[in-house]
C-alpha cells in the first residue's frame, strides 16, 4: 500500500498540464498515474479538480537568523514560506554575525536543525579580507554572494582586484558568485548631495537618486570581471532595463539573473503610497523597467523569480528616508501575485513553474528537487487558482506584520503545501511536527 495519494489534480509537468494523480512514498514522487490506476494508500487526497506545481524553489531570502530574530527567524520565516507555496529556501548571509567564515556557516547549520518547515541551504559571503575562507570552500553551499554596495547588514566589497580574485578561486571549484550589483561611490555622490541640498527629501526623490546607472554600471563591471575569469555569475534582483539589456547581450550558462516581485509589481508609482516603506536595494524602478524585465523574463534572459523577503519591523521603515531600513517581506505573496497573472493572460502555469521552481534547481544544482516527476521529492503546492482574497496584513505568518501589497485582490492562492510528502499548511492551518533539511547539491 503506498503512503499518500493525491487525486483529482492537474499537474503542471514541465511538458504541460496533465490530468492526473501522483503516488508519494518515503518523501519522494513514486509514480504518476492516471487516477483509475491510483493504488490503495494510508492518505488520499483529493485535490478538488486543483492545479498542482512543484513547490517553489526562494533563492533569495533574509530569514535574519542569528542577530535579528525580532524581524523573523526561521520558525516564523519558514511558516510564512509555506504559506505562500514555498518548500525550499536558501538563506542570506547578512545576518548578524555574518556568513563569512566556515566556522559561521557551521553555527548557522546546527541553529537551524528542528526549526525549519521547509529545506534549506545557505549562501556564504565574500568581504575584502576572507580569501582563505573562499579557498576552504568545497560544494554545501547555494553561492558565495557579493555586495558592491553596503546594503542591510553592510558586507561591503569594492575592490575590483579581490572581487576579480575570488571570481577565480570560485571558478575553478564551481562555485556561483551571486552579486548585488550597485556602485557604492555613485551612491555616495548622488546620496551626499541630497543631503547636502537641505531640501526635505521624499522617497520618490530619494529612489530616483539611487538610479539606474549604479546598478547598470556595477553590473557591467562585474560581467567583464567575471567572463575574464571564467565563474558563475548569479545577478540578485536585476531591477533595470539596462541590466536586463547587458544579461540579454553576454547570457550563457555561466551568467543568470533573478527578478524579485518589486520590481515588477510595483514601481515608482507606488512610492508616494509606501512612503518610506517604499525604501528597497536596489530601489523600486519606472514602468519603463518593470516592462523591460517582464520581456527578460518572456525571452529567458532572467531565469527565475526570487523573493528577496527582507523583512524589518514598522518602527524601522518609518521616518527619515535616509534612515528607513531597506527591504519588504514577500514570502507569503509571491506565488499568489504570479497566479494572479494567468487570469491577465500575461503568464501560463508552465512558465510560473519554471521560473519559481524548474530553473532555480537547475542553476544552483539542487538534486531531485524543481520539477514534479518520477524519484523527484514530493515538494508540491495545490493551487486554488479562482480563489480571489485581498492582501490582510493581519493574516501574514512573517513576524514583521506588514506588506507592500496589503489591500491588493489577488486570484489564485497556494491552499495546500507539501514538503517531502508531508502536509505542513492547509487552508491557513501550519503543521509544524516535520522538520525540513538542508538540500544536496550535484
Ligand atoms: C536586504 C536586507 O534587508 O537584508 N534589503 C533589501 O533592500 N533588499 C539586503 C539586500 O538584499 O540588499
Ligand atoms: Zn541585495
Ligand atoms: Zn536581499
Known amino acids: 500500500m503506498a503512503e499518500l495519494v493525491i487525486k483529482n489534480s492537474h499537474l503542471v509537468l514541465p511538458e504541460g498540464v496533465v490530468d492526473a494523480g501522483l503516488v508519494i512514498g518515503a518523501g519522494k514522487i513514486k509514480d504518476i498515474v492516471k487516477d483509475s490506476a491510483l493504488p490503495e494508500a494510508d492518505t488520499v487526497v483529493d485535490a478538488g479538480g486543483k492545479y498542482i506545481l512543484p513547490g517553489m524553489i526562494d533563492v533569495h531570502v533574509h530569514m535574519r537568523e542569528p542577530g535579528a530574530v525580532s524581524k523573523e527567524g526561521w520558525v516564523t520565516g519558514s511558516k510564512a514560506a509555506v504559506a505562500g507555496g514555498v518548500t525550499t529556501l536558501f538563506d542570506m548571509p547578512n545576518t548578524q554575525p555574518p556568513t563569512t567564515s566556515i ?36 560544494g554545501g553551499i547555494a553561492s558565495v554572494k557579493f555586495y558592491t554596495c553596503s546594503t542591510v547588514g553592510s558586507l561591503l566589497i569594492d575592490n575590483d582586484a579581490v572581487i576579480f580574485e575570488d571570481f577565480r578561486i570560485l571558478g575553478e571549484k564551481q562555485l556561483i558568485s551571486t552579486v548585488h550589483a550597485e556602485n557604492q561611490v555613485m551612491i555616495d555622490y548622488w546620496m551626499n548631495a541630497l543631503k547636502e541640498s537641505g531640501e526635505d527629501v521624499s522617497p520618490l526623490t530619494y529612489a530616483k537618486a539611487r538610479g539606474n546607472i549604479c546598478a547598470s554600471e556595477s553590473l557591467n563591471s562585474l560581467i567583464y570581471l567575471s567572463k575574464s575569469a571564467g565563474n558563475k555569475l548569479h545577478v540578485a534582483h536585476i531591477s533595470t532595463l539596462e541590466e536586463v539589456n547587458l544579461v540579454r547581450k553576454f547570457k550563457d550558462p555561466q551568467l543568470t539573473a533573478e527578478v524579485s516581485p518589486h520590481h515588477l509589481f510595483l514601481s515608482l508609482d507606488d512610492v508616494g503610497r509606501l512612503g518610506s516603506y517604499s525604501r528597497v536595494n536596489p530601489p523600486l524602478r519606472s514602468e519603463v523597467d518593470n516592462g523591460a524585465l517582464w520581456e527578460g523574463l518572456f525571452d529567458g534572459t532572467i531565469d527565475m523569480i526570487a523573493s528577496d523577503h527582507a523583512p524589518h519591523l514598522r518602527e524601522s521603515k518609518e521616518g527619515d528616508v535616509f534612515t528607513a531600513s531597506a527591504g519588504f517581506p514577500e514570502l507569503e505573496t509571491t506565488l499568489p501575485l504570479l497566479l494572479n497573472e494567468t ?25 531531485n528537487k524543481g520539477r514534479i516527476e518520477k524519484g523527484f521529492d514530493a515538494d508540491l503546492v495545490i493551487v486554488d487558482l479562482d480563489r480571489e482574497k485581498v492582501v490582510r496584513e493581519e493574516e501574514l505568518f512573517t513576524k514583521c506584520g506588514w506588506s507592500p501589497y496589503a489591500g491588493r485582490t489577488l ?23 516535520k522538520k525540513g533539511r538542508e538540500v544536496n547539491y550535484y
Not at 118 to 128: E, I, L
Not at 344 to 352: D, N, Q, V
Not at 427 to 432: H, K, L, Q, T, V
Open 411 to 433: 486570484k489564485g492562492w497556494p491552499v495546500k503545501t507539501f514538503v517531502g510528502g508531508n502536509l505542513v499548511f492547509d487552508e491557513g492551518i501550519i503543521y509544524e511536527e
Open 103 to 138: 566556522e559561521e556557516l557551521a553555527r548557522k547549520r546546527e541553529n537551524v536543525k528542528g526549526k525549519s518547515l521547509v529545506d534549506y541551504g545557505f549562501h556564504f559571503a565574500a568581504t575584502p579580507d576572507n580569501q582563505e575562507e573562499l579557498k576552504k570552500l568545497f
Open 343 to 367: 487570469h491577465k493572460s500575461r503568464l501560463t502555469l508552465e512558465l510560473i513553474a519554471k521560473i519559481t521552481a524548474e530553473n532555480p534547481a537547475r542553476v544552483f544544482r539542487v538534486k
